[in-house]
């Protein structure tokens, strides 16, 4: 951000010009394609700078949610979820652990994201998984291609959910959940049983989806996870069990 809304006398009207953006999308008063007011207004309605508004709307713009064009004003933008994807990675990834941690925000999405696939996946989404299933069969063995595929399922299915609310999280995590999945993969990739736990257990959840039942759908995904960690758990030992001790 400009260090002129790094200053403390700048910062409440900096946040006034976000808020004032933020609620007009809320309310409806403004929609994608719009255009603002034009600078001396805004800035006269908002009681703020300028400069100081100039520089908010360039904040905004590096966001992805606001299309200034020169000598033609500022537009508001539909936002792209990249930008939001790229902005969680980075606020993440500073964190220990982080993926352990993403791990609960996904369950908690994706537990939902299936119920509501159940109800709302059309016959696309519904071939979408399958394909999704069918390229994570033949990518067994490969930690990077696997766990890419395994992710492409999993988000098919929050996809089917039609939520753009769970979508959009889903998504802006979604580069944090596709490391987690390759990871997991060269983990477990040479435990024994994990071939022919990832063929049954996904079958089953997308059998799941297909019936309709959402409880059983959301049943068979619990515990695909509760038994993919054990799966971690134990090839986590097995590696530490076969290092030498010093």
């Known amino acids: 951000m400009s260090t002129i809304l790094a200053k403390g006398d700048d910062l409440s009207g900096a946040e006034q010009v976000f808020a004032f953006f933020r609620d007009a999308l809320l309310d409806g008063s403004l929609r994608p394609g719009e255009r603002l007011l034009g600078e001396r207004e805004l800035a006269l309605k908002l009681g703020v700078s300028r400069p100081l508004l100039r520089e908010a709307l360039r904040s905004l713009a590096m966001l992805g949610f606001l299309d200034i064009r020169h000598g033609k004003g500022a537009y508001v933008r539909q936002a792209d979820i990249n930008v939001l994807s790229d902005f969680f990675t980075f606020s993440l990834a500073q964190q220990p652990d982080i993926l352990d941690d993403v791990m609960q925000a996904r369950i908690a ?105 959402a409880d059983a759908a959301d049943r068979k995904l619990r515990d695909h996870f509760a038994i993919g960690d054990e799966f971690r758990r134990r090839s986590l030992i097995s590696v530490f069990a076969r290092r030498p001790q010093s």
């Open 109 to 213: 999405i994706e537990c939902q994201a299936i119920r509501l696939a159940c109800e709302r996946a059309t016959e696309t989404d519904l071939k979408l998984i399958g394909t999704s299933l069918t390229r994570l069969m033949d990518t067994l063995h490969d930690p990077v291609e696997g766990g890419a595929a395994d992710f492409a399922f999993h988000r098919a299915i929050v996809e089917a959910g039609h939520s753009d609310a769970l979508a959009t999280l889903y998504g802006a995590i979604g580069e944090l959940l596709r490391r987690s999945h390759v990871q997991r993969r060269a983990v477990t990739v040479s435990e024994p049983g994990i071939v022919e736990y990832l063929v049954e257990a996904h079958r089953e959840v997308f059998l799941s989806i297909m019936d309709r039942d």
